[in-house]
């Protein structure tokens, strides 16, 4: 069985907790308190010396981390996985730009202004830049949006979920999304999807 070493609240480990829900694939996970120091442990550290969550633990013992290294890695040969070669490569480039140009502000703002304690006041000169460089991101997906579904091929794919898991809650960091129609009738189609789960749920 897979098991997915993770943080209930973090937006990285929703997106294989969602995505593995909607493939019906069973899993485990295994809490790590990254507040307490636990995914600096020597023991964390062996399996994943970046001593970061999500971590995929793979049912032969082989260890995978990186949240959209994970999305790809479970989508192969699924339909949340496009088999055109230029589509293929679309999808990554939309996962690229979430971790390069999106998760870096608007997860990171959302760290600091809701997760962390006294973070919002610890890092309060940070928020300008965080604020404007996540609503650029979010200015790039409302213009491709205002024509397309989803982001590749008019089809729900890994990308869609790599983008949804902190764009839904991107108020938690401060955000307000008011002003990007396009974005928010995304977001409704994305919660649409069978077998879409919230951030809040866990396999039993």
């Known amino acids: 069985m897979l098991i997915l070493h993770h943080m ?3 937006g990285n480990c929703y997106k ?3 995505l593995m829900a909607q493939l019906g ?5 295994v809490d790590v308190n990254i ?3 636990e995914s600096r442990s020597p023991e964390f550290l062996a399996k994943n010396a970046n001593g970061r969550v999500p971590l995929l633990e793979l049912g032969d013992g082989r260890y995978l981390p990186e949240s959209n290294a994970g999305l790809f890695y479970l989508s192969e040969n699924t339909a949340y996985l496009p088999n055109d ?10 996962m690229f730009f979430e971790q390069y140009s999106h998760e870096p502000y608007i997860a990171v703002a959302r760290y600091w202004w809701r997760i962390k304690p006294g973070g919002r006041e610890e890092k309060r000169d940070r928020f300008p830049e965080w604020h404007a460089r996540g609503y650029q991101a979010i200015a790039v997906m409302e213009q491709h949006l205002a024509n397309n579904p989803f982001f590749v091929g008019g089809q729900y794919s890994i990308a869609d979920i790599a983008l949804y898991a902190y764009t839904h809650i991107a108020d938690e960091g401060g955000f307000d999304i008011t002003g990007y129609p396009s974005v928010r009738e995304w977001l409704a189609r994305v919660a649409a ?3 879409h789960v919230p951030i809040g749920w866990r396999p039993q």
């Open 8 to 10: 209930q609240d973090s």
């Open 16 to 18: 294989l907790r969602l």
């Open 25 to 29: 694939v069973p899993f485990r996970v």
């Open 35 to 37: 507040l307490a120091g």
């Open 85 to 94: 070669r230029f589509q293929r490569a679309q999808v990554l480039q939309w």
């Open 193 to 195: 999807q069978k077998g």
